[in-house]
Nanobody, 123 residues
């Protein structure tokens, strides 16, 4: 089992930045590719970004490319999502997720999920 706990969400203004963190415990963190997903009210959970086990490869949704950056620190068992130039449409609950071994854009591929952290971007 891998336990994931997100933090760092909050209420910000459009154009602001925010950094989310996801702390992992349980099995060896570096064995898992990690992803961030988000779910806005009334919408399905959607892919945001993912990172490979060693952090050498990343993929992003088109809607966040150039604004968001995913990274990880395997020594700290933590994955991050740096979000810049936030827009109201980024408002959602953000979830981190883990899977072994390869990163994926698909929600169904992930085995482990955190409880989510709310991000609200005011216009």
């Amino acid at each position: 089992q891998v336990q994931l706990v997100e933090s760092g969400g909050g209420l910000v203004q459009a154009g602001d930045s925010l950094r989310l963190s996801c702390a992992a415990s349980g099995r060896t963190f570096s064995n898992y590719a990690m992803g961030w997903f988000r779910q806005a009210p009334g919408k399905e959970r959607e892919f945001v970004a993912a990172i490979s086990r060693n952090g050498g490869s990343t993929i992003y949704a088109d809607s966040v490319k150039g604004r968001f950056t995913i990274s990880r620190d395997n020594a700290k068992n933590t994955v991050y999502l740096q979000m810049n130039t936030l827009k109201p449409e980024d408002t959602a609950v953000y979830y981190c997720a883990g899977r072994h071994p390869m990163m994926s854009r698909f929600r169904a591929d992930y085995n482990y999920w955190g409880q989510g952290t709310q991000v609200t971007v005011a216009s």
